[in-house]
């Protein structure tokens, strides 16, 4: 008996010690030094400090094209043909248990805008769906080089409606699973083609074009879904109209709600209220609308009714919304365009709570995680209207003093999230530690991310304008 007693304490003891080569392996301390110290941070600076340089301002009339393809894919039984988008099995993403669609409630669609003035090109660039993944806007880069048009990366800039009744499937790695179903290269590489060619439409497509911007506050449409209503509210819908000299228009709203008013109790795909945002003013005479996500990391809608008739009542609110500022906006001849455009480092991952204090080894997180290569930093002013974009889900609470701040110096603004890539939540660093899906589940870089990102705005937001806010 003492034998046994012994071997099983033998055992016992092995497995104490395994689990603690495993906890001491596994697990991470939470990075707090200050951002500003890290050479990731003396790096990024640098290579911006040098973008900046390098860009320009042009002047003068500039050219505009539109451009939009249909990306709703057909669900069928038996073989799936991705190549026509026909596909056996489709998860909608957002929700980890959300469903596989088996209809088409709307239709889902990719929409560009490109742009031409002097020797100077850019592409808007926005789609139906939850996020733009990095390996679906590097397909695309990739793509239009092969077809010899001669745009890079840098030039293109990336958004989507944030709905999370739209294509799934297309992130690897156990967290783009668990999120958006099983991965399927297929799926990715449909859509690249889609996304290809509604660019190819769109430089096909430009004309001489005017245009302007204005915004609204709308805050019956929106609230602060960290601390509800005593929190900060960026309530501010942009609006950017371009008209061609043949009349025909294009219009872009910017707004934070989250697009989770279609949840998960439905099997259709749909745009949810961005869908019905961009359906109501195509019906009131703007041949193109597009939507993007704003800074939605702490945001969601608010608005009457139930399932798709509130998202019917949010997106026609916002719809007339923008009619009205669109009747204020004055669309000038001459076109001033500068942009800023470069990559950027992060800090190391620090995703996965263990306690207050603790996450997982970073190299165990990125087991977890699609890879990241390459992280864009873009931005852009177009006469008074300066646009960032963010590549996460950026926080509303963050861009208030921003916006505000470039309000008073007598400029629009509008920060955009998912531009080709998908780094989580960027909450601000009070919100770090507090019990929530945005930071403790989503927050993974660590408390100072937002501050440093926010830091790369501000300098992104002097250069375009030649002053200091």
Not at 140 to 162: M, P, S, W, Y
Not at 288 to 301: D, K
Not at 338 to 350: D, R
Request: glycine share 8%; with cysteine.
């Amino acid at each position: 008996m003492k034998k046994w007693l012994k071997i099983i304490a033998k055992i016992l003891g092995a497995i104490i010690v395994l689990i603690a080569i495993f906890l001491t392996y596994s697990i991470d301390s939470i990075d707090t030094a200050p951002y500003f110290e890290s050479n990731y941070y003396k790096r990024t600076i640098s290579s911006l400090d040098s973008a900046i340089e390098k860009s320009k301002i042009v002047e003068g009339i500039i050219l505009a094209g539109f451009g939009k393809v249909n990306i709703t894919p057909q669900i069928v039984e038996g073989k799936q043909n991705p190549s026509e988008g026909k596909f056996s099995r489709i998860k909608m993403p957002g929700f980890g248990d959300g469903q596989h669609a088996i209809g088409v409630h709307d239709s889902l669609f990719v929409k560009v805008i490109a742009f031409e003035l002097a020797d100077q090109q850019l592409v808007i660039i926005s789609a139906d769906l939850l996020m733009i993944p990095e390996e679906l806007s590097v397909k695309v880069a990739n793509k239009l080089a092969e077809k010899d048009i001669n745009l890079r990366r840098g030039q293109l800039l990336f958004g989507a409606t944030h709905t999370h009744a739209g294509v799934g499937n297309s992130l690897p790695g156990y967290i783009g699973k668990q999120f958006g179903g099983e991965y399927q290269p297929e799926v990715v590489e449909w859509l690249s083609v889609k996304f290809t060619d509604a660019i190819i439409a769109a430089l096909g497509d430009k004309k001489p074009a005017k245009m302007g911007s204005g915004f609204i506050h709308a805050p019956n449409l929106v609230r602060n879904r960290i601390i509800g209503e005593t929190g900060r509210l960026n309530d501010r819908l942009t609006v950017l109209s371009v008209k061609q000299d043949s009349a025909r228009q294009a219009v872009v709203g910017v707004f934070a709600a989250h697009a989770t008013i279609v949840g998960r109790w439905n099997n259709q795909f749909s745009a949810d209220y961005p869908g019905y945002f961009q359906r109501r003013l195509e019906s009131s005479g703007i041949d193109m609308a597009m939507f993007m996500a704003g800074t939605v990391g702490s945001h969601t809608n608010k608005s009457p009714g139930e399932r798709f008739e509130r998202a019917q009542n949010m997106g026609q609110a916002l719809a007339d919304s923008s009619i009205v500022v669109l009747e204020e906006i004055e669309h000038l001849d001459s076109t001033s365009l500068l942009l800023v455009s470069e990559k950027i480092e992060i800090p190391k991952l620090q995703v996965i709570y263990v306690a207050d204090g603790l996450r997982i080894n970073p190299t165990l997180g990125w087991k977890l995680l699609p890879p990241v290569e390459s992280v864009y930093m873009q931005s852009l002013r177009l006469n008074d209207l300066v646009w960032i974009t963010m590549p996460c889900e950026f926080s509303g609470e963050y861009a208030i003093d921003l916006q505000n701040a470039l309000e008073l110096q007598g400029y629009n603004s509008a920060i955009t999230s998912f531009n080709g890539q998908y780094l989580g939540y960027i909450v601000p660093s009070r919100y770090y530690y507090y019990d929530t899906y945005e930071a403790r589940l989503m927050g993974w870089y660590g408390p100072s991310m937002g501050d440093y990102l926010m830091e790369l705005n501000y300098k992104l937001a002097n250069s375009l304008t030649k002053s200091r806010l």
